[in-house]
């Protein structure tokens, strides 16, 4: 399971380009033997049984990451742009002594009494060295040990098995039809969920080429499309909204796409409408979580809804439920519990934590609100923590968030909950406007009310910023927001 692919295509095809990134493009058989020298040294290196890496996007993160799992080993993919708080708990957490990194990054990792293996004392083409004999996981070993973003706690270890991740690329491959031909832009850090299933797993699973960006620029992504004619466009909502702000872009340099899918948060309809009047091309959304290998939907060419985050992978099963944990009629709002074999193994070293996610029956408990509709198509309202109670009222900030960017002044829009004492909570809108646009507050109540908000959806503040605070991976920090609205109420 998973690095048997690799190995394959190095002897079927051993001169076909595999990766290309900034160093240069690599063959089959050179990743394969990077991933072979790397996993013959971790074997010799470490007794521990989890390696870290902190690592960019780009041929050394693939080859150490089949390398760690040729080693017998699980991997532990690093979020370099994490405090070092966050950073220090995982190493220790995660109980690795090994990490895989480059000179650039070596410094998040000082004062530590980790072993250092530099990825650039090793030689770029290795000589073609026959692999160790394979490791036989089973299907429930640990293959990836992937932190969460850490956004409203410190980071949690999601415990991914071969059969977790085996089985989401199979499903995603299916689902979306993905073939050989296609070729990847990998924009997204591998060291996320959506990145390393999406734009390492599959295409080395397919032998399809992927072209690796260890930085997201919009003018780099444009050019690597025109250049290398990506089929494969993934990404996060921010990354598409910067490509819509190119002035040299066209219709024209997405010729060679088959499909683009956002992931991560939702795609704001002012982008999913924007971007296809422009080049032609829809943005299709997928859903998924760490805890979920992470594809467990997906909207794909030959079946797709505006709105919604698409199907279910085949093997993927859901219920929507009300507080009391039972299901709720079709097309109503509840929780999204999802079930299958993708689903994490478990938290690490967090039994409880376990247990309150993960239901007797193998459901998973997302937190996250959501509807299906009579085709099967499921709809992400929320997330169940992030819901105001509004004088009785529940509030979706998606919801308002929506109508606030349908607005012609306002660029981006987040809405939190703050304690009131006469509503129980009251909500508050952060804006971002365009550039040389400006909003007042009167106005936006006056356009939320002609566009169908009900009055107590309407934000009681308004909070305009220059920009959104985020995660590395694009998702706004509802949780900083929350706390300076916190403050509008003292």
């Given at each position: 399971m998973l690095f048997e692919h690799l190995f394959a295509h190095a002897r079927s095809r051993p001169q076909e380009i595999a990766i290309t990134d900034e160093s240069g493009q690599y063959t089959y058989q050179q990743v394969a033997a990077m991933a072979t020298g790397l996993g013959i040294y971790l074997a010799q290196q470490t007794q521990a049984p989890h390696v870290g890496l902190l690592l960019p996007a780009g041929v050394g993160f693939v080859a150490a990451f089949y390398g760690t799992l040729l080693a017998g080993k699980a991997v532990v993919p690093i979020n370099f742009l994490l405090g070092d708080r966050e950073v220090a708990h995982v190493i220790k957490n995660s109980e690795i002594d090994t990490v895989v990194t480059i000179p650039q990054l070596a410094g998040r990792l000082q004062n530590t009494p980790l072993k250092v293996v530099d990825l650039t004392q090793l030689p770029k083409t290795p000589p073609a060295l026959a692999p160790p004999p394979f490791p036989s996981p089973k299907a429930d070993d640990l293959a990836v040990l992937m932190y969460t973003s850490g956004t409203s706690a410190l980071p949690k270890g999601v415990m991914l098995t071969y059969g977790n991740l085996q089985s989401d690329v199979d499903a995603a491959i299916e689902l979306a039809q993905l073939e050989k031909r296609h070729v990847f832009l990998g924009v997204i850090p591998l060291f996320h969920a959506f990145g390393m299933t999406a734009m390492m797993l599959a295409p080395i699973q397919l032998a399809a080429p992927c072209i690796y960006m260890a930085r997201f620029s919009a003018v780099g992504a444009m050019e690597n499309v025109r250049k290398h004619k990506v089929s494969i466009l993934l990404g996060v909502p921010s990354m598409f909204a910067a490509l819509l702000h190119l002035k040299s872009a066209s219709a024209e340099d997405f010729a060679s796409i088959y499909v683009i899918i956002s992931g991560g948060e939702p795609l704001p309809s002012n982008v999913r409408e924007a971007f296809p009047a422009r080049y032609g091309?829809?943005?299709?959304?997928?859903?998924?979580?760490?805890?979920?290998?992470?594809?467990?939907?997906?909207?794909?060419?030959?079946?797709?809804?505006?709105?919604?985050v698409g199907k279910l992978v085949p093997?993927?099963?859901?219920?929507?439920?009300?507080?009391?944990?039972?299901?709720?009629?079709?097309?109503?709002?509840?929780?999204?519990?999802?079930?299958?074999?993708?689903?994490?193994?478990?938290?690490?070293?967090?039994?409880?934590?376990?247990?309150?996610?993960?239901?007797?029956?193998?459901?998973?408990?997302?937190?996250?609100?959501?509807?299906?509709?009579?085709?099967?198509?499921?709809?992400?309202?929320?997330?169940?923590?992030?819901?105001?109670?509004?004088?009785?009222?529940?509030?979706?900030?998606?919801?308002?968030?929506?109508?606030?960017?349908?607005?012609?002044?306002?660029?981006?829009?987040?809405?939190?909950?703050?304690?009131?004492?006469?509503?129980g909570e009251a909500v508050v809108a952060f804006v971002v406007t365009k550039p040389g646009q400006t909003a007042r507050p009167d106005e936006v109540r006056i356009f939320c009310r002609e566009h169908g908000l009900a009055h107590f959806k309407i934000p009681r503040d308004f909070v305009f910023v220059e920009d959104l605070p985020r995660s590395p991976t694009g998702k706004v920090l509802k949780r900083q927001l929350a706390e300076k609205a916190r403050a509008l109420g003292t």
């Open positions: 091309v829809p943005v299709l959304e997928g859903y998924g979580l760490t805890e979920t290998s992470p594809v467990i939907a997906l909207n794909v060419p030959q079946s797709s809804r505006a709105g919604s093997g993927a099963t859901l219920k929507i439920t009300d507080e009391q944990g039972h299901i709720v009629p079709e097309g109503e709002s509840g929780e999204v519990w999802l079930k299958g074999p993708m689903i994490m193994k478990g938290y690490y070293k967090l039994p409880d934590e376990s247990a309150t996610a993960l239901t007797g029956d193998g459901y998973f408990k997302t937190g996250d609100l959501g509807r299906m509709d009579a085709d099967g198509f499921l709809y992400i309202t929320g997330r169940k923590k992030d819901l105001i109670i509004c004088a009785g009222e529940k509030v979706t900030p998606r919801e308002v968030e929506e109508v606030l960017m349908q607005h012609p002044a306002i660029a981006e829009a987040a809405v939190v909950g703050r304690k009131d004492d006469s509503r």
